[in-house]
């Protein structure tokens, strides 16, 4: 898989982590947490992790 992200390995900043919060609470997919904070789901889902934070599983 190419990698299709820019911003490769960038630290997380302190408004891209409230946005992921807001985000991951309002239940959206982890897909579309990704794409708006222009990250990759694999990044997206290892800073949830890190949170404890639960992204909904697409059905």
Known sequence: MSERFER??????TDEIQKLHTLAKKGMPLRAIAK???RSEESVKER???DSLNIAKLH
């Open 36 to 38: 708006a904070l222009t």
């Open 48 to 50: 949830a992790k890190l």
């Open 8 to 13: 490769h390995r960038q630290p997380w900043r």
